[in-house]
């Protein structure tokens, strides 16, 4: 809640420089770690916004706390907060309502997983670990921040929920030291795969975990061996009494749920089969059983339900935002929406950037206000295509001269882009 400063005591509610500082040059731990996790869980959200004052409350202050009340402002607008919003709502009811079945599950020896999809600054990771961190505290809370497996006179560290970034060039061995990294756990250079997969399965089960979120899942590659080993042991995890939650960019796109194009006839996924089915059977059929799969989509600014959607986020924003010569309507009157919805294509991370990068250009002009001239300053590169084509680019043939080719195989991970779900539903 904005809580403006008073004129009888504007210095209310100003942290001391030694705090700001504090609060500007700590550093999170990896979220990849226990501590770095339980670091973000706790800390999620609680950073108090500036107050909102005006130039003339600013200029009562002493000239040491206005440059104190600038430096936490700044601090405000670059840490803006994680609104509900449709897609975030959607990756957090999902992730809801798998663990609450499999943490209730007591005969089933295989827990479904949930696969999170969506194009680069989509936040995945911010929704995922968002949902995360509300379940841990729930379950903390449910057992009295005990962990209910744990041996009796022993007292494991309880992590109902661990991160992990997905290899760069991932093993199955590299997964598991991984994992086990995420407890510090040493591990032996020379143990066998038999052996890490061993004490992967008791950490899991000694530490209380109950989800386990593999971050960067594109990263696999379904036409190596050692990825399809990965596939391979991550659903072994799902019979540890774990609810495995995957996310990457453009999952149907990358062979985990087999090599999948856009049928727009049919609108519908078409997945053929891989090579790999021939020697593996029927394993990739059940990473589709076994995983549900959602894609988070950008803002869209199509129907006046989309439209409003994106202009009350930017109502959000705009209320944390501490610019002293801000208005009401800032971001979202007059041709503003339209502006930043051109300019961003709808994606929240970049919206967020460009945000951020504009109030900090506001404070530093002395102009204290957004508008479409300040943001014009700012370039913004985007990550990829405002809109993933509805079809491959398929290169031309080159020219030969008279000699007679041979059309190239068809490289087994070669992958179409996904138009997204706007383009699927027909918007």
Known sequence: MTRALSYDDPLEGLPSRARIAELILSSRPPLDTYVGWQHYRTHCGLLVPAAAISP???SMLPESRQYDYDLYRELTNANLPLQDTAMHDKVGKLIRRRLSGNTRKKNDPTRAGVMISGWGNYGKTASVCSAGAVFENQWLELHSYLNPKARPGTRDLHAPVVYVSTPVTATPKSL??????????????????????????????????????????????????????????MRAFMSLDVTLILTGVNIPGIGLLREAT???????????????????????????????????????????????????????????????NAKQGMLTGGTMPEYLMRRTGGVIGLLGRLLEDGAQEAMESGKELIDESLL???????????????????????????????RAKRPRNTVFDDPGPAARAGA
Request: proline share 6%.
């Open 56 to 58: 003339q409350q600013w």
């Open 176 to 233: 598991c030291r991984s994992i086990l990294g995420f407890f510090r756990a040493p591990t032996r250079k020379s143990a066998t795969l038999p052996e890490l997969v061993r004490q992967v399965a008791d950490s899991l089960h000694d530490h209380g975990v109950k989800a386990l979120i593999l971050d960067d899942i594109s990263r696999l590659r379904m036409h190596r061996a050692d990825d399809q080993d990965v596939l391979d042991l």
């Open 262 to 324: 856009w049928n727009k006839k049919i609108r519908q996924w078409e997945m053929p089969q891989l090579e790999s089915t021939r020697i593996h059977g029927l394993e990739i059929t059940q990473t589709e059983h076994r995983f549900e799969l959602i894609e988070i989509d950008r803002f869209r600014y199509i129907t006046p339900k989309q439209s409003a959607a994106f202009v009350n986020h930017l109502e959000g924003i705009e209320q944390h935002l501490r610019l002293m």
């Open 376 to 406: 014009d300053e700012i370039v913004l590169r985007r990550d990829a295509p405002e809109q993933p084509p509805d079809e491959p680019v398929i290169p031309a043939a080159p020219q030969t001269s008279g000699k007679k080719t041979t």
